[in-house]
């Protein structure tokens, strides 16, 4: 007997999406009092029953039939603990996404919330993190983008397969094609729970090592607006990884960096594995202490509710103490920022002198601030002014040069700081600040003259914007006064002692 065929075509994509985010349960709604009595690590006890149901699924569900798939359950530590497709796959009858299967109540979609029988502590640390809040993107300029001037199909088999489809069921309990299959951190699964454990464990072996390798993050984060994996690979760490991967110990049981690998450190090794001091984490946002993604970078401080769910506050809003009652719940721990990045300095002193650690994240910082002070605050400023003075509309995106904005600072902008973040000097420099300049000098300031000359029929307004915003700004003394004798001098000068004299012309 094969398994279910195809599934039926679901209702209103959009709407369906919207009100399913709408009515999610919120990502700490997990099953924690579900765990097993027994740790994750031991053989599963299970009834005689359960035990018949497994073992007809594999009957089915074997070497021959699904050889893929069996394989690599065979091959796996849930194989090796007991743990089987029923296991997993089972439902109690009358539950949103349960349907009858051969005498069984089963569903398709494995959520947290199954996983959370046997490892809840995880789960709960998932459940709060930015991973489970990634389908939160439905809200989001860059959904915008997709949805409205891209479409729907664009969004689902590009964005949403990273950041996670709202899983909508059919009338008989299967999810619809147009959301399902998806493996997005932030899935929005019918049970109420966020995410996919199988994101990051690529099922049916559910491996740590493959978890820890950074090509499993590189799924997700690489491309235009957050090249990590790329910026992973030019750096050092990259390099050493991809040359030393034959000690990595990727299949270490506890995987302690400085105890069971030194060679390098992988996506994994500093937002969530274990050191000499912490705990693993699948709480991924941990160890963050600056926000890279908006158009202008904040520090973040965490504060954690009794609900187990979690929200950054950036630095200089107050902050409240423990015990305080803050969105309908008491807050139960507070991370400063400074707090999250002496966790993630407590990973780099494994490998690197405290000195080191402290230059990395003075220039890291330096970058960020030169970004956000010479380009983004500015930008930002002019842009507000012209929409205030009615200059531009307050709609998104119909205007050229609201699309320059959104790629100086979603694309490029990103780009720099994360290059600085994860020591990939290109991404920094060529791909990052270079490529913000430029755009900023060539194309979005000619496009502010143009948008008040439309209005006023002259520049003077953009003028005046300049000369408020940018050019008390040092850096752009070159902009508006030429480079200088001095600079261009000390640069004719390095080109004749290297290629001879003359060789600037």
Request: charge should be positive.
């Amino acid at each position: 007997m094969r398994r279910i065929g195809r599934f039926a075509a679901p209702m209103g994509w959009a709407i369906a999406c919207l009100l399913s985010l709408s009515l999610a349960v919120p990502a700490f709604a997990v099953n924690q009092t579900a765990a097993k009595k027994v740790g994750a690590d031991q053989m599963i006890k299970k009834s005689a029953a359960d035990a018949a149901i497994g073992k007809k699924c594999i009957s089915c569900h074997g070497a021959e039939d699904d050889p893929g798939i069996y394989g690599e359950w065979k091959k796996s530590s849930h194989a090796a603990k007991n743990v089987d497709c029923y296991d997993c796959h089972k439902a109690k009858q009358g539950e949103k996404a349960a349907f009858a299967h051969h005498g069984a109540s089963i569903q398709v979609i494995v959520t947290p919330n199954t996983c959370a029988n046997c490892h809840a502590a995880e789960v709960a640390q998932q459940q709060r993190s930015h991973h489970a809040k990634a389908g939160n993107i439905l809200a989001s300029l860059d959904n915008l983008l997709g949805e409205v001037i891209g479409g729907p199909a664009a969004v689902n088999a590009g964005c949403l397969q990273c950041h996670g489809s709202t899983v909508v069921l059919d009338d008989k309990g299967r999810p619809t094609p147009q959301t399902w299959p998806n493996t997005g951190i932030g899935r929005i699964n019918p049970d109420g729970s966020l995410g996919s454990c199988s994101a990051c464990h690529a099922r049916h072996s559910f491996s740590s090592a493959q978890a820890r390798t950074p090509d499993t993050c590189g799924k997700c984060h690489l491309g235009p607006d957050h090249p990590q994996l790329e910026i992973y690979n030019e750096s050092k760490h990259g390099i050493l990884y991809r040359a030393k991967i034959k000690e990595m110990n990727l299949d270490s049981k506890k995987w302690v960096v400085g105890a069971d690998y030194t060679a390098a450190p992988t996506c994994a090794t500093c937002h969530m594995s274990a050191t000499r001091e912490q705990k693993v984490t699948h709480d991924v946002g941990e160890r963050i202490s600056w926000t890279l993604r908006p158009a202008i970078s904040t520090k973040l401080n965490m504060i954690r509710l009794s609900t187990g769910d979690e929200f950054d506050q950036p630095e200089g809003q107050p902050l409240p103490k423990v015990g305080d009652e803050v969105k309908g719940a008491k807050v139960t721990e507070i991370l400063t920022w400074t707090q999250r990045r002496d966790k993630m300095k407590d990973v780099c002193v494994a490998c690197h002198s405290a000195n080191t650690v402290a230059g990395q994240y003075k220039q890291f910082d330096d970058l960020v601030e030169l970004y956000n002070d010479k380009y983004a605050k500015p930008i930002a400023a002019v842009m507000k002014e012209l929409e205030d003075k009615g200059y531009l509309t307050h709609q998104p995106m119909d205007a050229k040069i609201k699309w320059t904005w959104f790629e100086i600072w979603h694309h490029e902008g990103r780009r720099a700081r994360h290059g600085a973040a994860m020591n990939g000097p290109d991404y920094t420099w060529w791909h990052g600040i270079y490529e913000v300049s430029q755009h900023t000098y060539f194309k979005w300031i000619p496009e502010l003259k143009e948008v008040v000359r439309q209005k006023d029929g002259n520049e003077d307004f953009a003028n005046a914007l300049l000369d408020k915003h940018f050019k008390p700004i040092a850096g752009h003394d070159w902009f508006f006064n030429g480079m200088g004798k001095d600079a261009i001098e000390k640069v004719r000068k390095g080109y004749d002692e290297r290629y001879g004299k003359g060789a600037l012309k």
